[in-house]
């Protein structure tokens, strides 16, 4: 096993290093496009139209901590 497939393959937790470094790469790539203002514009609309509603709860939802919902399940140990 060479030394890349060495790093891919262990386990990195909660902190994971190439996670961090694909979504910072992800970002930078996104901001270089120039299409920030075009993306908050096409936001803005999807809040305003029907599904709106449904939007904002998904974020108060993911807000909150719970985004699956599994501290109010009966089966999940505590």
């Known amino acids: ?3 890349k497939s060495k790093k891919d393959s262990r386990l990195e937790g909660e902190g994971s290093y190439s996670g961090t470094k694909a979504y910072n790469e992800a ?3 996104f901001l ?3 299409k920030v203002d075009e993306a908050a514009r096409e936001a803005r609309r999807a809040l305003e139209s029907k599904e709106g509603a449904e939007l904002k709860a998904a974020e108060a939802k993911g807000r909150a901590g719970d985004p699956k919902g599994e501290e109010k399940s009966p089966h999940r140990p505590k």
């Open 1 to 3: 096993m060479d030394d």
């Open 27 to 29: 970002t930078a790539k």
């Open 32 to 34: 270089k496009k120039g």
